[in-house]
Nanobody, 119 residues
Framework: LVQLVESGGGSVQAGGSLRLSCVAS?????MGWFRQAPGKEREGVAV???????TWYADSVKGRFTISQDKTNTVYLQMNSLKPEDTAMYYC????????????????WGQGTQVTVSS
């Protein structure tokens, strides 16, 4: 069992930046971030392979968001040039057992951290 603890959410104006952090209590093969806006389905944002340098990004965040990791089972999501449409609850995910962008493919989920971007 791996527990995930997120931090770093908050409110920011459009064009601003935030950095999310997710600490895992143990090893996971992949870690990443999904998000869910009110009235919308949960969607993948960014994923990283913890055993190397491979990363994946949703088209909507490419060039603005960067996922990274350190050696303490912590994954970060640096979010720059934030837009109102980035407003959502952001969830840390870990342990991939299927397709990268499949919501059901991740074994572990964090509780979520809210990101609100105002125009």
């Amino acid at each position: 069992l791996v527990q995930l603890v997120e931090s770093g959410g908050g409110s920011v104006q459009a064009g601003g930046s935030l950095r999310l952090s997710c600490v895992a209590s143990g090893y996971a093969n992949y870690m990443g971030w999904f998000r869910q806006a009110p009235g919308k389905e949960r969607e993948g944002v960014a994923v990283i392979y913890t055993g190397g340098v491979s990363t994946w990004y949703a088209d909507s965040v490419k060039g603005r968001f960067t996922i990274s990791q350190d050696k303490t089972n912590t994954v970060y999501l640096q979010m720059n040039s934030l837009k109102p449409e980035d407003t959502a609850m952001y969830y840390c995910v870990a342990e991939l057992r299927g397709a990268i962008w499949n919501v059901a493919a991740y074994r572990y989920w964090g509780q979520g951290t809210q990101v609100t971007v105002s125009s």
